[in-house]
């Protein structure tokens, strides 16, 4: 199961980006994977990690307020239907 209690029956990496949150004073590096993934029909659960879940259709996804970095990983999740890895340079 992924932290949303899906359980995930295929996973294709999509897009990665790296970003900085501070942390007890010194900068940590975050890398954030991106996947596309099937899943069962669990309905999605809030893990701790996050404030919010919706599902959203593409073309509202200007209405979210969300990275300009994530907003390039749903994109290509949604570009790169066949998979493959899709990397930032």
């Known amino acids: ?3 949303a209690g899906l359980l995930v029956t ?3 990496l999509v897009f990665a980006f790296e970003y900085t949150i501070p942390k007890d004073n010194t900068p940590s590096i975050v890398v954030q994977l991106n996947y596309r993934v099937a899943a069962d029909d669990t ?3 809030l893990s701790d990690e996050h404030q ?3 599902w959203v259709p593409r ?8 990275s ?6 749903i994109h290509a999740a949604f570009t790169h239907p066949s998979g493959g890895e899709h990397y930032r340079g």
């Open 52 to 54: 919010a879940l919706a």
């Open 68 to 73: 300009e970095e994530t907003c390039r990983a």
């Open 10 to 12: 295929e996973a294709c």
């Open 43 to 45: 309905p999605a659960a």
């Open 1 to 3: 199961m992924e932290e």
């Open 59 to 66: 073309s509202q996804l200007p209405n979210y307020s969300v």
